[in-house]
Protein backbone atom coordinates (compact mmCIF):
# COMPACT_ATOMS: atom_id res chain seq x y z
CA UNK A 1 0.00 0.00 0.00
CA UNK A 2 1.69 3.11 -1.49
CA UNK A 3 0.57 6.51 0.79
CA UNK A 4 0.29 9.59 -1.87
CA UNK A 5 0.73 13.15 -1.68
CA UNK A 6 -1.38 15.63 -3.66
CA UNK A 7 0.09 18.27 -6.09
CA UNK A 8 -0.88 21.88 -5.51
CA UNK A 9 1.46 24.70 -6.84
CA UNK A 10 3.82 22.49 -8.33
CA UNK A 11 4.64 20.95 -4.89
CA UNK A 12 4.05 17.36 -3.54
CA UNK A 13 1.87 18.26 -0.47
CA UNK A 14 0.11 16.02 2.54
CA UNK A 15 -3.06 17.30 4.73
CA UNK A 16 -4.51 16.44 8.19
CA UNK A 17 -6.82 13.40 7.01
CA UNK A 18 -6.50 10.56 4.60
CA UNK A 19 -8.86 8.06 1.83
CA UNK A 20 -8.11 5.35 1.59
CA UNK A 21 -8.55 3.89 -2.35
CA UNK A 22 -9.57 0.17 -2.79
CA UNK A 23 -9.01 -2.24 -5.58
CA UNK A 24 -12.83 -2.46 -6.36
CA UNK A 25 -12.54 -6.60 -7.37
CA UNK A 26 -10.01 -7.94 -4.41
CA UNK A 27 -11.14 -4.67 -1.91
CA UNK A 28 -7.39 -4.66 -0.90
CA UNK A 29 -5.94 -1.11 0.53
CA UNK A 30 -4.01 -0.41 -2.48
CA UNK A 31 -3.31 3.50 -1.95
CA UNK A 32 -3.75 6.28 0.88
CA UNK A 33 -4.12 9.39 -0.62
CA UNK A 34 -4.63 13.13 0.91
CA UNK A 35 -8.20 14.41 1.65
CA UNK A 36 -8.34 18.11 1.12
CA UNK A 37 -10.45 20.70 3.28
CA UNK A 38 -11.96 24.06 2.41
CA UNK A 39 -8.35 25.17 2.90
CA UNK A 40 -6.43 23.25 1.29
CA UNK A 41 -9.21 24.27 -2.20
CA UNK A 42 -8.77 28.01 -1.37
CA UNK A 43 -4.66 27.38 -1.30
CA UNK A 44 -4.91 25.15 -4.97
CA UNK A 45 -7.55 27.74 -6.13
CA UNK A 46 -4.52 30.26 -5.45
CA UNK A 47 -1.81 28.73 -6.75
CA UNK A 48 -3.66 28.13 -10.07
CA UNK A 49 -5.25 32.10 -9.83
CA UNK A 50 -1.64 33.31 -9.40
CA UNK A 51 0.22 30.41 -12.24
CA UNK A 52 -2.02 32.09 -14.47
CA UNK A 53 -0.69 35.42 -14.48
CA UNK A 54 2.29 34.07 -16.23
CA UNK A 55 0.86 31.19 -17.51
CA UNK A 56 -1.27 33.23 -20.13
CA UNK A 57 2.01 34.78 -21.58
CA UNK A 58 3.14 30.91 -22.47
CA UNK A 59 3.37 31.07 -25.93
CA UNK A 60 1.27 28.44 -28.03
CA UNK A 61 4.06 26.08 -29.23
CA UNK A 62 5.88 25.82 -25.56
CA UNK A 63 2.23 24.99 -24.52
CA UNK A 64 2.19 22.58 -27.68
CA UNK A 65 5.49 21.22 -26.45
CA UNK A 66 4.67 20.46 -22.75
CA UNK A 67 1.13 18.82 -23.97
CA UNK A 68 3.41 15.89 -26.63
CA UNK A 69 5.56 15.61 -23.99
CA UNK A 70 2.84 14.74 -21.29
CA UNK A 71 1.06 12.36 -24.44
CA UNK A 72 4.58 10.55 -24.61
CA UNK A 73 4.97 9.50 -21.04
CA UNK A 74 1.76 8.62 -21.06
CA UNK A 75 2.57 5.88 -23.83
CA UNK A 76 5.78 5.45 -21.94
CA UNK A 77 3.94 5.15 -18.63
CA UNK A 78 1.15 3.11 -20.55
CA UNK A 79 1.59 -0.39 -17.91
CA UNK A 80 1.53 1.57 -14.77
CA UNK A 81 -1.61 3.43 -15.82
CA UNK A 82 -3.80 0.88 -17.39
CA UNK A 83 -2.85 -1.08 -13.37
CA UNK A 84 -3.56 1.53 -11.32
CA UNK A 85 -7.25 2.19 -13.76
CA UNK A 86 -8.04 -1.58 -13.59
CA UNK A 87 -7.58 -1.45 -9.82
CA UNK A 88 -9.16 1.49 -8.46
CA UNK A 89 -12.05 1.61 -11.06
CA UNK A 90 -12.26 -2.11 -11.49
CA UNK A 91 -11.74 -1.87 -15.08
CA UNK A 92 -11.37 -4.92 -17.32
CA UNK A 93 -7.42 -5.12 -18.36
CA UNK A 94 -8.14 -4.64 -22.71
CA UNK A 95 -10.77 -1.40 -21.94
CA UNK A 96 -8.13 0.40 -19.47
CA UNK A 97 -5.64 -0.46 -21.98
CA UNK A 98 -7.86 0.98 -24.21
CA UNK A 99 -8.73 4.33 -21.61
CA UNK A 100 -5.18 4.85 -22.04
CA UNK A 101 -4.80 4.94 -25.60
CA UNK A 102 -7.48 7.50 -25.96
CA UNK A 103 -6.15 9.62 -23.04
CA UNK A 104 -2.55 9.70 -25.14
CA UNK A 105 -4.85 10.94 -28.53
CA UNK A 106 -6.45 13.45 -26.24
CA UNK A 107 -3.17 15.13 -25.09
CA UNK A 108 -1.84 14.95 -28.75
CA UNK A 109 -5.25 16.63 -29.96
CA UNK A 110 -4.71 19.22 -27.37
CA UNK A 111 -1.29 19.85 -28.45
CA UNK A 112 -1.86 20.23 -31.56
CA UNK A 113 -4.76 21.94 -31.37
CA UNK A 114 -3.12 24.43 -28.97
CA UNK A 115 -1.45 26.08 -32.11
CA UNK A 116 -4.89 26.86 -33.82
CA UNK A 117 -6.57 28.63 -31.19
CA UNK A 118 -7.87 31.89 -33.31
CA UNK A 119 -10.86 34.39 -33.87
CA UNK A 120 -11.65 35.94 -37.11
CA UNK A 121 -12.46 39.20 -39.11
CA UNK A 122 -15.24 40.86 -38.39
CA UNK A 123 -16.61 42.84 -41.91
CA UNK A 124 -17.41 46.27 -39.27
CA UNK A 125 -18.92 47.73 -42.82
CA UNK A 126 -21.68 45.74 -42.64
CA UNK A 127 -23.75 48.67 -40.04
CA UNK A 128 -23.17 52.26 -41.19
CA UNK A 129 -21.64 53.07 -37.77
CA UNK A 130 -18.94 50.17 -38.62
CA UNK A 131 -17.64 52.13 -41.65
CA UNK A 132 -13.52 53.20 -41.82
CA UNK A 133 -12.99 50.57 -39.07
CA UNK A 134 -11.46 47.35 -38.99
CA UNK A 135 -12.79 44.64 -36.39
CA UNK A 136 -11.76 41.03 -35.59
CA UNK A 137 -11.85 39.10 -32.57
CA UNK A 138 -9.27 36.60 -30.48
CA UNK A 139 -9.49 34.28 -27.95
CA UNK A 140 -8.58 34.32 -24.66
CA UNK A 141 -8.13 32.20 -21.97
CA UNK A 142 -10.57 32.88 -18.64
CA UNK A 143 -8.59 32.21 -15.98
CA UNK A 144 -8.81 29.14 -12.96
CA UNK A 145 -10.55 26.19 -14.26
CA UNK A 146 -12.12 23.87 -11.60
CA UNK A 147 -12.73 20.62 -12.99
CA UNK A 148 -14.52 17.93 -11.98
CA UNK A 149 -14.66 14.47 -12.77
CA UNK A 150 -16.36 11.02 -12.16
CA UNK A 151 -15.17 6.99 -11.31
CA UNK A 152 -15.39 5.54 -14.61
CA UNK A 153 -12.62 7.24 -16.80
CA UNK A 154 -10.24 8.47 -14.07
CA UNK A 155 -7.24 8.66 -17.29
CA UNK A 156 -9.16 9.62 -20.43
CA UNK A 157 -12.12 12.23 -18.91
CA UNK A 158 -9.40 14.08 -16.36
CA UNK A 159 -7.65 14.73 -19.51
CA UNK A 160 -10.39 16.14 -21.34
CA UNK A 161 -10.74 18.44 -18.96
CA UNK A 162 -6.98 19.06 -18.14
CA UNK A 163 -5.38 19.05 -21.82
CA UNK A 164 -7.60 21.36 -23.82
CA UNK A 165 -7.10 24.14 -20.54
CA UNK A 166 -3.61 23.96 -20.99
CA UNK A 167 -3.87 24.29 -24.53
CA UNK A 168 -6.05 26.94 -24.23
CA UNK A 169 -3.75 28.63 -21.38
CA UNK A 170 -5.89 28.27 -18.42
CA UNK A 171 -4.59 26.78 -15.28
CA UNK A 172 -6.41 24.19 -13.56
CA UNK A 173 -7.91 22.86 -9.87
CA UNK A 174 -9.20 19.16 -10.26
CA UNK A 175 -11.13 17.47 -8.32
CA UNK A 176 -11.26 13.48 -9.05
CA UNK A 177 -13.64 11.13 -7.82
CA UNK A 178 -12.87 10.23 -4.29
CA UNK A 179 -12.90 6.45 -5.44
CA UNK A 180 -10.51 6.40 -8.01
CA UNK A 181 -7.91 9.67 -7.26
CA UNK A 182 -4.95 7.75 -8.14
CA UNK A 183 -4.77 7.69 -11.73
CA UNK A 184 -5.17 11.68 -11.39
CA UNK A 185 -2.03 11.63 -9.13
CA UNK A 186 -0.10 9.80 -11.89
CA UNK A 187 -1.08 12.14 -14.52
CA UNK A 188 0.09 15.29 -12.27
CA UNK A 189 3.25 13.48 -12.12
CA UNK A 190 3.39 13.28 -15.87
CA UNK A 191 2.93 16.90 -16.52
CA UNK A 192 5.41 17.76 -14.06
CA UNK A 193 7.86 15.79 -15.46
CA UNK A 194 6.15 17.10 -18.85
CA UNK A 195 7.43 20.61 -17.63
CA UNK A 196 4.62 22.53 -16.89
CA UNK A 197 5.06 25.58 -14.90
CA UNK A 198 4.35 25.34 -11.18
CA UNK A 199 0.32 25.84 -9.93
CA UNK A 200 -0.73 25.47 -13.58
CA UNK A 201 -2.20 22.18 -12.45
CA UNK A 202 -3.12 21.28 -9.42
CA UNK A 203 -5.40 18.12 -7.39
CA UNK A 204 -7.99 17.82 -4.53
CA UNK A 205 -9.08 15.23 -3.69
CA UNK A 206 -12.63 14.40 -1.30
CA UNK A 207 -15.57 13.99 -1.13
CA UNK A 208 -17.84 15.88 -3.97
CA UNK A 209 -20.51 17.55 -1.19
CA UNK A 210 -17.25 19.05 0.77
CA UNK A 211 -14.37 19.47 -1.73
CA UNK A 212 -16.48 19.85 -4.70
CA UNK A 213 -18.55 22.52 -3.52
CA UNK A 214 -15.67 24.28 -1.79
CA UNK A 215 -14.17 24.76 -5.87
CA UNK A 216 -17.74 25.01 -7.41
CA UNK A 217 -18.44 28.09 -4.68
CA UNK A 218 -14.67 29.66 -4.95
CA UNK A 219 -15.53 33.41 -6.79
CA UNK A 220 -12.06 32.92 -8.06
CA UNK A 221 -12.92 30.04 -9.82
CA UNK A 222 -13.91 30.84 -13.74
CA UNK A 223 -15.55 28.26 -14.85
CA UNK A 224 -16.95 24.83 -13.89
CA UNK A 225 -16.41 21.72 -16.10
CA UNK A 226 -18.40 18.79 -14.60
CA UNK A 227 -18.57 15.21 -15.86
CA UNK A 228 -21.06 13.37 -13.64
CA UNK A 229 -24.57 12.51 -12.68
CA UNK A 230 -27.59 15.13 -13.64
CA UNK A 231 -28.53 15.22 -9.72
CA UNK A 232 -25.29 16.71 -9.13
CA UNK A 233 -24.91 18.67 -12.45
CA UNK A 234 -28.38 20.21 -11.17
CA UNK A 235 -26.92 21.42 -7.33
CA UNK A 236 -23.61 22.60 -9.27
CA UNK A 237 -25.88 25.07 -11.55
CA UNK A 238 -27.81 26.38 -8.51
CA UNK A 239 -24.54 26.90 -5.85
CA UNK A 240 -21.72 27.92 -8.79
CA UNK A 241 -22.86 31.49 -8.71
CA UNK A 242 -21.21 33.69 -11.86
CA UNK A 243 -19.35 31.39 -13.91
CA UNK A 244 -19.28 29.20 -16.75
CA UNK A 245 -20.99 25.38 -15.95
CA UNK A 246 -19.73 23.13 -18.63
CA UNK A 247 -21.84 19.91 -17.78
CA UNK A 248 -21.29 16.22 -19.21
CA UNK A 249 -24.11 13.94 -17.83
CA UNK A 250 -25.62 10.64 -18.02
CA UNK A 251 -28.11 9.22 -20.93
CA UNK A 252 -30.55 5.92 -20.66
CA UNK A 253 -28.77 5.23 -24.44
CA UNK A 254 -31.03 3.98 -26.93
CA UNK A 255 -29.92 2.30 -29.92
CA UNK A 256 -32.23 1.32 -32.94
CA UNK A 257 -32.12 -1.81 -35.53
CA UNK A 258 -33.93 -1.88 -38.83
CA UNK A 259 -35.00 -4.87 -40.34
CA UNK A 260 -32.63 -4.53 -43.48
CA UNK A 261 -29.67 -4.16 -40.68
CA UNK A 262 -26.77 -6.20 -41.48
CA UNK A 263 -27.46 -7.83 -37.92
CA UNK A 264 -24.55 -9.85 -37.76
CA UNK A 265 -22.63 -6.95 -37.85
CA UNK A 266 -24.72 -5.00 -35.27
CA UNK A 267 -25.34 -7.74 -32.63
CA UNK A 268 -21.75 -7.99 -31.18
CA UNK A 269 -20.92 -4.31 -31.43
CA UNK A 270 -24.51 -4.21 -29.16
CA UNK A 271 -23.06 -6.40 -26.97
CA UNK A 272 -19.61 -5.00 -26.04
CA UNK A 273 -21.63 -1.33 -25.98
CA UNK A 274 -24.33 -2.95 -23.51
CA UNK A 275 -21.36 -4.48 -21.33
CA UNK A 276 -17.85 -2.73 -21.63
CA UNK A 277 -16.79 -1.35 -17.78
CA UNK A 278 -19.87 -3.10 -16.53
CA UNK A 279 -22.21 -0.96 -18.41
CA UNK A 280 -20.99 2.18 -16.24
CA UNK A 281 -19.95 4.55 -19.40
CA UNK A 282 -22.53 7.53 -20.05
CA UNK A 283 -23.01 5.99 -23.26
CA UNK A 284 -23.61 2.74 -22.68
CA UNK A 285 -26.28 0.83 -24.89
CA UNK A 286 -29.32 0.78 -22.52
CA UNK A 287 -32.29 0.82 -24.48
CA UNK A 288 -32.38 -1.49 -28.18
CA UNK A 289 -35.34 -1.30 -30.00
CA UNK A 290 -35.31 -3.98 -32.79
CA UNK A 291 -38.12 -4.57 -36.01
CA UNK A 292 -40.41 -6.88 -34.39
CA UNK A 293 -39.48 -8.69 -37.52
CA UNK A 294 -35.90 -9.76 -36.74
CA UNK A 295 -36.51 -9.59 -33.43
CA UNK A 296 -36.50 -13.35 -31.91
CA UNK A 297 -33.15 -13.86 -34.10
CA UNK A 298 -31.38 -10.64 -32.99
CA UNK A 299 -32.65 -11.40 -29.27
CA UNK A 300 -31.58 -15.27 -29.27
CA UNK A 301 -28.05 -14.39 -31.51
CA UNK A 302 -27.66 -11.35 -28.80
CA UNK A 303 -28.53 -13.16 -25.50
CA UNK A 304 -26.16 -15.75 -26.78
CA UNK A 305 -23.18 -14.00 -27.50
CA UNK A 306 -23.90 -12.17 -24.27
CA UNK A 307 -23.43 -15.60 -22.31
CA UNK A 308 -19.81 -16.08 -23.62
CA UNK A 309 -18.39 -12.96 -22.05
CA UNK A 310 -15.95 -13.13 -19.83
CA UNK A 311 -16.70 -11.94 -16.20
CA UNK A 312 -14.80 -11.84 -13.18
CA UNK A 313 -10.84 -10.59 -12.14
CA UNK A 314 -9.77 -7.07 -14.03
CA UNK A 315 -6.56 -7.84 -14.68
CA UNK A 316 -7.07 -11.16 -16.60
CA UNK A 317 -6.55 -9.87 -20.45
CA UNK A 318 -9.60 -11.75 -21.53
CA UNK A 319 -11.86 -10.58 -18.84
CA UNK A 320 -14.73 -8.93 -20.43
CA UNK A 321 -16.38 -7.47 -17.64
CA UNK A 322 -15.27 -6.83 -13.89
CA UNK A 323 -16.93 -6.01 -10.82
CA UNK A 324 -19.21 -2.56 -10.61
CA UNK A 325 -18.16 0.61 -8.28
CA UNK A 326 -19.28 -0.73 -5.27
CA UNK A 327 -21.70 -3.40 -3.90
CA UNK A 328 -24.25 -0.85 -2.81
CA UNK A 329 -24.21 -0.13 -6.66
CA UNK A 330 -24.41 -3.38 -7.59
CA UNK A 331 -27.01 -4.25 -5.05
CA UNK A 332 -29.33 -1.35 -7.04
CA UNK A 333 -28.70 -2.32 -10.16
CA UNK A 334 -29.77 -6.02 -8.98
CA UNK A 335 -32.80 -3.95 -7.13
CA UNK A 336 -33.83 -2.60 -10.85
CA UNK A 337 -33.92 -5.75 -12.44
CA UNK A 338 -36.46 -7.37 -9.76
CA UNK A 339 -38.27 -4.30 -10.26
CA UNK A 340 -38.67 -5.03 -14.31
CA UNK A 341 -39.30 -8.34 -13.63
CA UNK A 342 -42.18 -7.79 -10.97
CA UNK A 343 -43.60 -5.38 -13.55
CA UNK A 344 -44.01 -8.10 -16.12
CA UNK A 345 -40.57 -7.80 -17.57
CA UNK A 346 -39.08 -11.18 -19.13
CA UNK A 347 -35.14 -12.27 -17.94
CA UNK A 348 -33.57 -13.71 -21.00
CA UNK A 349 -30.06 -13.88 -19.41
CA UNK A 350 -28.07 -13.14 -16.18
CA UNK A 351 -29.98 -11.21 -13.44
CA UNK A 352 -27.54 -12.69 -10.41
CA UNK A 353 -25.34 -10.95 -8.35
CA UNK A 354 -21.76 -12.24 -6.77
CA UNK A 355 -20.68 -9.15 -4.77
CA UNK A 356 -19.54 -7.04 -6.72
CA UNK A 357 -20.27 -8.55 -10.04
CA UNK A 358 -23.73 -8.55 -11.61
CA UNK A 359 -24.06 -10.98 -14.89
CA UNK A 360 -24.29 -9.10 -17.88
CA UNK A 361 -28.35 -9.06 -17.84
CA UNK A 362 -30.59 -8.79 -21.19
CA UNK A 363 -34.52 -8.34 -20.49
CA UNK A 364 -37.13 -8.20 -22.90
CA UNK A 365 -40.65 -6.51 -22.88
CA UNK A 366 -39.99 -4.11 -20.78
CA UNK A 367 -41.73 -1.06 -20.51
CA UNK A 368 -40.90 2.76 -20.41
CA UNK A 369 -42.43 3.04 -16.60
CA UNK A 370 -39.45 0.61 -15.35
CA UNK A 371 -36.38 2.26 -14.23
CA UNK A 372 -33.96 -0.15 -15.94
CA UNK A 373 -35.81 2.03 -19.12
CA UNK A 374 -36.46 5.74 -17.54
CA UNK A 375 -33.20 6.31 -15.57
CA UNK A 376 -29.73 5.52 -16.33
CA UNK A 377 -29.23 2.07 -15.79
CA UNK A 378 -25.17 2.50 -15.53
CA UNK A 379 -24.87 -1.32 -14.84
CA UNK A 380 -24.47 -4.38 -17.43
CA UNK A 381 -28.24 -4.74 -17.52
CA UNK A 382 -29.62 -4.24 -21.52
CA UNK A 383 -33.49 -3.70 -22.52
CA UNK A 384 -34.48 -5.49 -26.26
CA UNK A 385 -37.75 -3.77 -27.17
CA UNK A 386 -39.95 -4.68 -30.46
CA UNK A 387 -41.58 -1.94 -32.40
CA UNK A 388 -43.36 -1.90 -35.73
CA UNK A 389 -42.28 1.06 -37.68
CA UNK A 390 -39.28 3.33 -37.84
CA UNK A 391 -41.03 6.28 -36.62
CA UNK A 392 -42.62 4.65 -33.82
CA UNK A 393 -38.91 3.49 -32.65
CA UNK A 394 -37.64 7.24 -33.05
CA UNK A 395 -40.39 8.33 -30.56
CA UNK A 396 -39.25 5.37 -28.25
CA UNK A 397 -35.77 6.68 -28.33
CA UNK A 398 -36.60 10.37 -27.81
CA UNK A 399 -39.01 9.66 -24.80
CA UNK A 400 -36.47 10.39 -22.63
CA UNK A 401 -35.45 12.72 -20.21
CA UNK A 402 -32.04 12.11 -21.57
CA UNK A 403 -30.24 13.42 -25.00
CA UNK A 404 -26.32 12.25 -25.28
CA UNK A 405 -26.00 9.88 -28.21
CA UNK A 406 -27.80 7.42 -29.99
CA UNK A 407 -27.18 4.50 -32.52
CA UNK A 408 -29.17 3.69 -35.64
CA UNK A 409 -28.69 0.39 -37.65
CA UNK A 410 -30.02 0.77 -41.49
CA UNK A 411 -28.94 0.55 -44.60
CA UNK A 412 -31.72 3.02 -46.23
CA UNK A 413 -30.36 6.36 -46.25
CA UNK A 414 -33.69 7.95 -45.82
CA UNK A 415 -34.02 6.45 -42.77
CA UNK A 416 -31.18 7.21 -41.22
CA UNK A 417 -31.75 10.75 -42.94
CA UNK A 418 -35.01 10.57 -41.10
CA UNK A 419 -33.54 9.92 -37.83
CA UNK A 420 -30.59 12.35 -38.02
CA UNK A 421 -33.50 15.10 -38.32
CA UNK A 422 -35.40 13.90 -35.44
CA UNK A 423 -33.37 12.12 -32.34
CA UNK A 424 -33.35 14.55 -30.32
CA UNK A 425 -29.68 14.27 -28.67
CA UNK A 426 -25.90 15.08 -28.98
CA UNK A 427 -24.68 12.85 -31.67
CA UNK A 428 -26.11 10.20 -34.12
CA UNK A 429 -24.27 7.44 -34.77
CA UNK A 430 -25.94 5.25 -38.24
CA UNK A 431 -24.86 1.89 -38.24
CA UNK A 432 -23.14 2.03 -34.72
CA UNK A 433 -24.46 2.18 -31.25
CA UNK A 434 -24.84 5.37 -29.08
CA UNK A 435 -21.27 3.84 -27.33
CA UNK A 436 -19.49 5.49 -30.05
CA UNK A 437 -17.05 8.41 -29.35
CA UNK A 438 -13.61 9.70 -30.49
CA UNK A 439 -11.61 12.34 -28.90
CA UNK A 440 -11.84 14.71 -31.10
CA UNK A 441 -15.37 15.30 -32.10
CA UNK A 442 -17.81 17.15 -30.33
CA UNK A 443 -19.26 15.39 -27.74
CA UNK A 444 -22.21 16.31 -24.84
CA UNK A 445 -25.80 15.93 -24.70
CA UNK A 446 -29.26 17.52 -24.64
CA UNK A 447 -32.04 17.96 -22.20
CA UNK A 448 -30.88 16.46 -18.75
CA UNK A 449 -27.45 15.26 -20.29
CA UNK A 450 -25.58 18.37 -20.45
CA UNK A 451 -25.03 21.99 -21.12
CA UNK A 452 -21.65 23.08 -23.86
CA UNK A 453 -19.34 20.00 -25.36
CA UNK A 454 -16.21 18.62 -25.21
CA UNK A 455 -13.80 17.11 -27.40
CA UNK A 456 -10.83 18.86 -27.49
CA UNK A 457 -11.22 21.69 -30.02
CA UNK A 458 -14.99 22.62 -28.45
CA UNK A 459 -13.52 21.95 -24.71
CA UNK A 460 -11.29 24.93 -25.31
CA UNK A 461 -14.56 26.95 -27.18
CA UNK A 462 -15.79 26.23 -23.67
CA UNK A 463 -12.59 27.66 -21.75
CA UNK A 464 -11.56 31.09 -23.49
CA UNK A 465 -13.54 33.78 -23.40
CA UNK A 466 -13.96 36.05 -27.14
CA UNK A 467 -12.43 39.58 -27.07
CA UNK A 468 -13.63 41.69 -29.60
CA UNK A 469 -11.03 44.41 -30.99
CA UNK A 470 -11.98 47.71 -33.66
CA UNK A 471 -9.67 49.82 -34.76
CA UNK A 472 -10.91 53.03 -35.69
CA UNK A 473 -9.32 54.25 -39.05
CA UNK A 474 -11.12 57.57 -39.50
P1 LIG B 1 -21.38 11.70 -9.57
O1 LIG B 1 -22.23 12.77 -10.16
O2 LIG B 1 -21.83 11.03 -8.33
O3 LIG B 1 -19.92 12.29 -9.23
C1 LIG B 1 -19.15 12.94 -10.19
C2 LIG B 1 -18.16 13.85 -9.50
O4 LIG B 1 -18.86 14.89 -8.83
C3 LIG B 1 -17.31 13.15 -8.44
O5 LIG B 1 -16.01 13.69 -8.43
C4 LIG B 1 -18.06 13.52 -7.15
O6 LIG B 1 -17.24 13.46 -6.01
C5 LIG B 1 -18.45 14.95 -7.47
N1 LIG B 1 -19.55 15.48 -6.65
C6 LIG B 1 -20.52 14.78 -5.98
N2 LIG B 1 -21.35 15.65 -5.33
C7 LIG B 1 -20.89 16.91 -5.61
C8 LIG B 1 -21.32 18.21 -5.24
N3 LIG B 1 -22.38 18.42 -4.45
N4 LIG B 1 -20.63 19.27 -5.72
C9 LIG B 1 -19.56 19.11 -6.53
N5 LIG B 1 -19.09 17.88 -6.89
C10 LIG B 1 -19.75 16.80 -6.46
O7 LIG B 1 -21.08 10.66 -10.73
P2 LIG B 1 -20.32 9.26 -10.70
O8 LIG B 1 -18.88 9.46 -10.27
O9 LIG B 1 -21.14 8.27 -9.97
O10 LIG B 1 -20.29 8.94 -12.27
C11 LIG B 1 -21.37 8.45 -12.94
C12 LIG B 1 -22.13 9.51 -13.69
O11 LIG B 1 -21.26 10.22 -14.57
C13 LIG B 1 -23.18 8.90 -14.59
O12 LIG B 1 -24.36 9.65 -14.52
C14 LIG B 1 -22.55 9.00 -15.97
O13 LIG B 1 -23.45 8.99 -17.02
C15 LIG B 1 -21.84 10.30 -15.87
N6 LIG B 1 -20.82 10.40 -16.90
C16 LIG B 1 -21.01 11.26 -17.95
C17 LIG B 1 -20.08 11.31 -18.99
C18 LIG B 1 -20.21 12.28 -20.12
O14 LIG B 1 -19.17 12.59 -20.75
N7 LIG B 1 -21.39 12.74 -20.48
C19 LIG B 1 -18.93 10.42 -19.00
C20 LIG B 1 -18.84 9.56 -17.85
C21 LIG B 1 -19.76 9.56 -16.85
P3 LIG B 1 -17.17 12.15 -5.06
O15 LIG B 1 -17.56 10.98 -5.88
O16 LIG B 1 -15.75 12.12 -4.66
O17 LIG B 1 -18.10 12.42 -3.92
Redesign the pocket.
Known amino acids: MESYKTFIGGEWVETDETIDVVDKYSKEVIGRVPKASKETVNKAVDAADYAFKSFKEVPAYERSQILERAANLIKERSDELATMITREAGKAWKYSVGEVSRGYETFKFASEEAKRIHGETVPMDASVSGVGRVGYYIRVPMGVIGA??????PLN?VSHKVAPAIASGNTIVL?????TPITALLLAKILEDAGLPKGVFNVVI????EV??S??TNDKVRKIT????????D??TRIAGIKRVTL????NSATIIEKDADIDKAIPRCVTSAFANSG???ISLQRIYVHKDIADEFIDKFSKATEKLKVGNPLENDTDLGPM?DENEAKRAEEWIKEAVDMGAELVTGGTRDGVILKPTVLRNTTKEMRVMCM?V?APIVSIIEYDSFEEAIQHANDSDYG?QAGVYTNDIKKANYAINNLDVGGVMINDTSIFRVDHMP???NKI??IGR?GVHFAINEMTNIKMVMFNMN
Open positions: ITPFNFLKPASSGPGSGELVFTGSPKVGRIEQGNQVCIEFLYGGSGE
